[in-house]
């Protein structure tokens, strides 16, 4: 089941979020959390205060328990700009553009977790595999060789008799 979360008009630039929200996605909730804890930005405090809000949403609408969510997208829109004028040289002006962002995060309890020790399992599992398939390509060739030599040395055997 997916629980979201959307935290609209935060003042700060969508470019400067989806650095930090790039950095979560995919990852069990504590993870998350802690990644964000550790990250000295503005949208780092903004996005834990968003993903808190959705494992809020998880617990208390949907029944679902903390341990088992994973950040399955965290995305961020742009929202409206505030224009603003600076006065400039010569009774000129400049705009300032005040950006706002839309960041929206959903959780999700279908997908797997994914720990180092799960994928380290799953690269030997492949290597394996790997290895098994190589095995039956070499004895494969092997065959197609005798065959060969085979072929070659009755070709051998005619010339010398023709001679």
Sequence with gaps: MEVRS?????????????????EIQGLPVSAALDVLAFTPKKAAFLISKTLKSAVANAENNANLKVDGLVVKEAVVGEGPTVKRIMARARGSASRILKRTSHIRIVLSDEIPIET????????????????????????????????????????????????
């Design 116 to 163: 180092r020790a799960t994928r380290r399992a799953k690269r030997k599992a492949e290597a394996k595999a790997g290895k098994k398939e190589a095995e039956g390509a070499v004895a494969a060739t092997e065959t197609s060789k005798t065959t060969a030599e085979k072929k070659t040395a009755k070709l051998k055997k005619k010339a010398k008799g023709k001679k």
């Design 6 to 22: 959307t935290y609209k008009y935060a003042r700060i630039s969508p470019f400067k979020v989806r650095e930090v929200t790039r």
